[in-house]
């Protein structure tokens, strides 16, 4: 169960780490794209210059139309030329105001500066001069396009992942509720018929002490199947003292499980109220010992500890099993996960639902250590009456 589950675990990261890198070749991709019209685009004004040079120098063998053309074929890309002193001789695409148009355009000279490398034009008369430009629309629209991309496919990788949690989630919750009310039904039919049989032995000459065990094992089979019934119902819970519903619990587990297994009670002394189901939380407890049981394989000390706060109620269960990893502190709570040749893996986490569905509590590792042995803490709302 545990291979199947940490296979599981693998596949959701490797499409983690498949949908970043789909994400990240596409930004790749764009940027080289966007590379390639900025190279495109300073080409272009490269032949603006060479036209505005020719043109200004009149050369007559040259056909003027073609150039002319040239230099009114650029519509998209914000360019100024200056002189040796920066003097502002022409600009093309740049909206300039009325009042103050000198002040504005050597601003705008400024900015272009620290944008692109300049085209120096040699006047072929021992002047020289320059043409500062801007990316067009379309080039700063695909420089944010990227992030635009990312931003896009990460919501996207991030929504279906909730999606197919939720929807996990939701299927895990319709499988416990079936198994559970299943279960629930199906003992209830032995169980009328053992107390029937009962009955019946009871006006026979038999034992009275094995008739007594036998009642004792039933209703244990009531109790059962009356835990089961309430899992995806709405159970209502009571006041009631959690040192002596802990106390009444460990009794019963006391005599069913190893002698070699020593367990150890600290409680405070006043009675400890928490609103809660006792029969669903007695199955907690068993839960948890039977799992410090095997952890210790029959072999062991386990510590309940019970600590009365203002706003809860705090109780440890502590063994001296082997412990657990802490990359798996919350691994151990999902289903199918168990370390045991058998096993469904589901008492853990059966007991966090309870916990956490059923009581409004938490129950998580609150420490571990490989070969000395686990710490469990659940919290719980104390009663105010």
């Known amino acids: 169960m545990s291979s199947i589950y940490d296979s599981r675990q693998r596949l959701k990261y490797i499409f983690i780490v498949t949908a970043v890198l789909i994400a990240i070749a596409s930004v790749v991709v764009s940027d080289s794209l966007i590379k390639n019209l900025a190279n495109e685009e300073r080409q272009k004004i490269e032949v603006w210059a060479e036209a505005t040079r020719v043109m200004t120098n009149e050369n007559p063998s040259l056909d003027m139309n073609l150039i002319l053309k040239i230099i009114q074929g650029n519509t998209s890309i914000p360019v100024v030329l200056c002189d040796e002193q920066d003097r502002v001789l022409s600009y093309n695409n740049i909206q300039v105001p009325e009042n103050e148009p000198e002040t504005y355009l050597k601003e705008v000279v400024k900015k ?19 043409i500062y430009y801007d990316d067009s629309i379309i080039l700063k629209r695909l420089l944010i396009y990227p992030y635009a991309q990312l931003t896009v496919v990460f919501i996207f990788i991030l929504i279906a992942f909730l999606a197919l949690a939720s929807t996990k989630k939701a299927e895990q919750n319709k499988v416990w509720v079936g198994l559970s009310k299943e279960t629930a039904h199906q003992l209830g039919t032995p169980i009328s018929s053992l107390i029937a049989w009962i009955e019946y032995l009871k006006s ?3 034992d009275a002490s094995y008739l007594n065990e036998m009642e004792k094992d039933v209703k244990r089979l009531e109790t059962i199947a009356d835990r089961f019934s309430k899992i995806g119902s709405d159970p209502k819970p009571e006041a009631v003292d959690i040192c002596l519903s802990l106390q009444q619990a460990l009794d019963y587990m006391n005599t069913r499980i190893s002698q070699k297994v020593k367990i150890e009670t600290q409680f405070p002394a006043s009675p400890v109220l928490v609103l809660m189901n006792e029969s669903l939380f007695a199955w907690v407890v068993e839960n948890l010992t039977k799992n410090a ?4 394989e029959g ?3 386990i510590v309940f500890r019970v600590d009365d706060r203002k706003t809860n109620v705090r109780i440890d269960i502590s063994d001296t099993g082997k412990g657990i990893p802490k990359s798996k502190f919350k691994t151990v709570f999902n289903p199918g996960y168990t370390t045991k040749q058998r096993g469904w893996g589901l008492g853990l ?3 966090k639902r309870i916990v956490e569905s059923y009581h409004g509590g938490k129950i998580y590792v609150k420490s571990s250590e490989p070969g000395k042995g686990t710490t469990f803490r659940i919290e719980l709302r104390k009663f105010k009456a």
């Open 112 to 130: 272009l500066k620290h944008k692109n490398d300049p085209i120096v034009v040699d006047m072929e008369d021992g002047t020289y001069q320059y």
């Open 299 to 301: 072999q062991g000390e």
């Open 349 to 351: 986490s059966l007991v």
């Open 293 to 296: 049981v095997d952890a210790m």
């Open 204 to 206: 026979k000459e038999i």
